[in-house]
């Protein structure tokens, strides 16, 4: 039996990442401090005999007894809210947090995965974003410690790649969304969705005409499996994110109308460096993985509305 290790398993991704690789036949750990996953996400499991859950902070020293096949390494706060009001954490996540990962891939001789992100593009100038592109990055704006976190983690996962000669993976994830986002994680989606539930106002920065592509979360795993199972010798970034652009005010009017909302559409100044378009080129991840996003938007928000619609009783 493989045996792999999720690092913020009890994250969002990182739960459905668990699903998976147990419905695959694995034996997983589940690393998480629960800083921002939740054992909610993850209490489904809990009967299962092949999960096991580590309580840990990943930057500190990482120890699993016995063989590990694959480690991904999803453990880092992801969404604005998060990132802002944990910087420290969030930077040594990145830094030490993904030290300590590979190192315990290179004991371990395992293949070894970095969650990335499409924030190491910035507010891009190229449009769509292709992994030859170097970005735009703020490294001392308000969203800097996330990105420049990611920037160094993909430089150290080369580095060991390179030196050590280890099988590694780096995906640069673009908007992905579903059921066990947090509610209060301010990302589009979740946002967007609470705030028609609960019929208050739904915030829209700018004018609305900013473009994000919207990946359900099963399509992103499926993608990530892919990925680790591939014999390809492609250790390079890629992107993974549905390259289906829409509009945050279309998104906006497309939730009201899925939820019967009586909400009405607000405007807001734009953040400091929010990006006015990202949308992922994907020519490599369906060469290399013959993939490419199913779920359209109506449906993923759907499984998502209705998600929110029981965890807000």
């Known amino acids: 039996m493989e045996r792999a290790l999720i690092t913020g398993g009890a994250g969002f991704i990182g739960s459905h990442l668990c699903d998976r690789f147990l419905k695959e036949g694995f034996e997983v750990f589940c690393m998480d401090n629960l800083l921002t996953g939740s ?18 902070d990943v930057t500190e020293y990482l120890y699993v007894k016995g063989e590990l096949h694959y480690i991904l390494h999803f ?3 992801a969404s604005p809210i998060d990132y802002q009001q944990l910087p420290i954490q969030t ?4 830094s030490l947090g993904t030290h300590k990962a590979l190192g ?6 395992a293949r070894f995965l970095l969650a990335s992100t499409s924030e ?32 160094f983690a993909e430089a150290l996962t080369m ?11 780096i995906v640069r994830i673009f908007n992905t969304y579903g059921p066990r986002m947090h509610p209060n994680d301010g990302r589009v989606v979740s946002n967007f969705i609470v705030q028609a539930l609960k019929g208050t106002d ?24 892919r990925l680790m199972d591939t014999s390809s010798e492609f250790t390079g970034p890629i992107n993974l994110g549905n390259p289906k652009e829409f509009t945050i005010l279309e998104l906006a009017e497309t939730i009201v109308r899925m939820t019967a909302s009586r909400s009405k559409i607000v405007f807001k100044p734009l953040p400091t460096d929010d990006p006015v378009q990202r949308q992922p080129d994907i020519s490599l991840a369906r060469r290399e993985l013959a993939w490419e996003p199913k779920v359209p ?12 619609k029981r965890t807000l009783q």
């Open 202 to 225: 739904i915030t829209v920065y700018g004018d609305g005409s900013q473009t994000r592509s919207f990946c359900y979360v099963s399509d992103l795993v499926e993608a990530l499996v």
């Open 297 to 308: 938007l109506e449906e993923g928000l759907r499984e998502t509305i209705d998600y929110f």
């Open 104 to 109: 315990l891939a290179r004991e371990k001789r």
């Open 75 to 77: 453990a880092s706060p």
């Open 39 to 56: 054992l909610k996400n993850i209490a489904h499991l809990f009967e299962e005999e092949r999960f096991h859950f580590i309580k840990q």
């Open 159 to 169: 580095a060991y790649h390179n030196y050590h000669e280890m099988d590694t993976r």
């Open 91 to 94: 930077l040594k996540v990145g």
């Open 120 to 151: 190491v593009y910035g507010d891009p100038l190229v449009h769509p974003q292709p992994e030859t592109y170097w970005g735009n990055v703020n490294p001392v704006g308000p969203r800097g410690v996330y990105d420049e976190a990611k920037r």
